[in-house]
């Protein structure tokens, strides 16, 4: 369960494949918006991960909330999900945010980055 307002799902370090997926993080109660920031520091020669903000349905189904588009250099990613957004193409979803939810962050291949 997320405890307060900054939570490091991903500790920073070089990967050279898809990481595991969190089980779940469960959402607070009154909270409404969520922030996810991807920081890249470093990258090799053609890195490509794609970051997905999922959430869990009722009867436990993983569905995609918001797709970002594919990382393939160093810089920083702010994706956001809550009800009073303005949706903005891979980086912003207007969807309420769900009791529980993952982001995946699945690399195209095993350059590191």
Do not use: C
């Not at 050279?16 to 470093?42: F, K, M, N």
């Not at 160093?74 to 193409?89: D, N, S």
């Amino acid at each position: 369960m997320i405890t307060g307002r900054e939570n490091v799902l991903y500790a920073s370090a070089a990967r050279t494949a898809t990481p595991a997926d969190h089980e779940e993080v469960r959402i607070p109660q009154g909270t409404y918006g969520l922030t996810v920031v991807i920081s890249t520091t470093a990258a090799g020669t053609s890195p490509s991960t794609v970051p997905k903000i999922q959430g869990k349905s009722a009867s436990g189904v993983w569905y995609d909330i918001l797709t970002g588009a594919a990382i393939t250099g160093t810089g920083t990613v702010v994706m956001r999900v809550g009800a009073a957004l303005a949706a903005v193409a891979n980086l912003a979803a207007l969807h309420p945010l769900p009791a529980v939810f993952r982001v995946k962050m699945t690399h195209g291949n095993a350059t590191s980055h």
